[in-house]
C-alpha cells in the first residue's frame, strides 16, 4: 500500500486538503494517454497503470474525455441533451471506480462498498424515470434548451455556452459531487481497518431514505401526468385513477396532491438531500465542514436553483393556476404554516378536455 498513488496525511483534515489530496498527482494527466496506448489490450499492463494512476487522476481524465464527447456531439447534432442522457450514471460510475480501484489496491472498506451501492440505486431510479420519459429517445431533447437557445439568439455565443457549461462545467460537476467518495478513499488508505460505526450507518441509511422519497414523487408525477393525458385523449379519468384525481386535477394540468402538496419539487429536494448526505458524511468523518470536497455540492444545488427557476417561469405561463399554487406551496421546502390545500371534489359532469399538451410539468 505504501508505493498506491495516495498522499499520506497527519490528520483526518488533511484528507480535504486540494494541496495535499490532488495538486501533486494532476501531472499524471500527462503520461496516462501515452501509458494506456503502452498497455495496449494486455489486461495485466491495463490493471498495473490503472493502480499507478491516482483514482480522482482517473475519473478525471474520463471526464474531460466525455466533455470533448458531449461537445462534439451537441454541435454535430443541435441536440444539446448529451449530458442530460449521462447525467444518471456518471456519479454512480465514479463512485464505483473508488471502490473497485480501492478494492483492486488492497484497500476494502464497508464505507466505499456502501457508498457504491447506494450510487447504483440512486442511478437505477433516475435513469429508470429517464427512460420512460423518452430521454433516451433518438432525437429527444429536454425543452428547456429550446428555450434557452431563443433567449441567447446567437449562434457562436451559445457555442461558447455549449463547451464552458453544457459540457465541460456540467461533466466536472457530475465528477465533483463524488469527491467524498475520493476522500474515503484516503481515509481508508492512511488510518488502517476501519471501524464502520452507527453514525456511518445512519448517513447510508438516510441517503437510502431520499432515494425513495425521489421514487416515490416521481411515481405520482408519472401517475398524474398518465392520468391527464388519457383524459385529455378521450375525455374520461382511467379506471385506475378516479379515486386520486378529479376532473379539476386534470383540467388543472399540474400535480398538487401527495408529496407535491408539501413542496413543489418533492423529487428535487430529495436529490439534492442525497448528495448533502453524502457530503455531511464526509465532513463528519474527516472532522472538518468546510473543504473543496464540498465545491460539488454547492455547484449541483446552484444548478437546481437556476433549472427550477426557469422550469417554473415556464409552468407558469402554460398553467393559470400555477402561481397560485406557488403562492400556497415552498418552492423546496414545506411552508408548516399553511394548511395544504385538499382536491377539490369532483364535478357531476366533467369539462371538456384541453388540447393534448406535447409536454409535461
Known amino acids: 500500500m505504501s508505493n498506491l498513488p495516495l498522499p499520506r496525511v497527519e490528520s483526518l483534515v488533511d484528507c480535504t486538503n486540494f494541496k495535499l489530496t490532488v495538486l501533486p498527482y494532476l501531472a499524471q494527466l500527462e503520461w496516462l494517454p501515452a501509458s494506456l496506448r503502452e498497455a495496449g489490450r494486455d489486461l495485466d499492463s491495463l490493471k498495473a497503470v490503472y493502480l499507478a494512476t491516482n483514482p480522482f487522476v482517473s475519473a478525471l481524465s474520463i471526464c474531460l474525455v466525455l466533455a470533448g464527447g458531449f461537445f462534439l456531439a451537441a454541435e454535430i447534432n443541435r441536440n444539446f441533451s448529451q449530458v442530460d442522457r449521462f447525467w444518471s450514471i456518471l456519479p454512480a460510475l465514479y463512485n464505483v471506480h473508488y471502490a473497485l480501484w480501492a478494492r483492486l489496491a488492497g484497500i476494502r472498506t464497508q464505507t466505499l462498498d456502501t457508498i457504491a451501492v447506494i450510487s447504483i440505486l440512486w442511478s437505477i431510479r433516475l435513469t429508470f424515470n429517464y427512460w420512460r420519459k423518452g430521454g433516451y429517445s433518438i432525437g429527444s431533447e429536454d425543452y428547456r434548451w429550446e428555450i434557452v437557445r431563443a433567449r441567447v439568439n446567437n449562434t457562436f455565443v451559445f457555442t461558447i455556452f455549449n463547451f464552458s457549461f453544457i459540457a465541460v462545467a456540467q461533466s466536472l460537476l457530475l465528477l465533483l459531487i463524488t469527491v467524498p467518495t475520493y476522500v474515503f478513499v484516503i481515509i481508508a488508505q492512511n488510518k488502517g481497518p476501519e ?167
Open 195 to 361: 471501524n464502520f460505526g452507527l453514525a456511518d450507518l445512519a448517513f447510508s441509511r438516510v441517503a437510502l431514505f431520499f432515494i425513495i422519497i425521489e421514487f416515490f414523487a416521481d411515481q405520482q408525477q408519472w401517475n398524474f401526468h398518465q392520468a391527464k393525458h388519457e383524459y385529455q385523449t378521450n375525455a374520461r379519468i382511467p379506471e385506475q385513477f378516479k379515486d386520486q384525481y378529479t376532473f379539476e386535477d386534470l383540467e388543472r394540468g399540474f400535480v398538487v396532491s401527495g408529496l407535491w402538496s408539501w413542496s413543489r419539487h418533492p423529487n428535487f429536494v430529495a436529490e439534492q438531500a442525497v448528495w448533502l448526505t453524502m457530503y455531511a458524511w464526509c465532513a463528519f468523518r474527516t472532522e472538518t465542514y468546510a473543504s473543496w470536497a464540498g465545491i460539488g455540492l454547492l455547484g449541483y444545488m446552484a444548478i437546481f436553483q437556476g433549472s427550477t427557476r426557469l422550469t417554473e417561469a415556464i409552468s407558469a405561463s402554460k398553467y393559470s393556476e400555477y402561481s397560485e399554487y406557488q403562492a400556497r406551496v415552498g418552492r423546496f421546502l414545506p411552508r408548516l404554516s399553511v394548511e395544504a390545500k385538499q382536491t377539490k371534489p369532483a364535478k357531476k359532469a366533467a369539462k371538456k378536455p384541453k388540447a393534448v399538451e406535447k409536454k409535461s410539468n
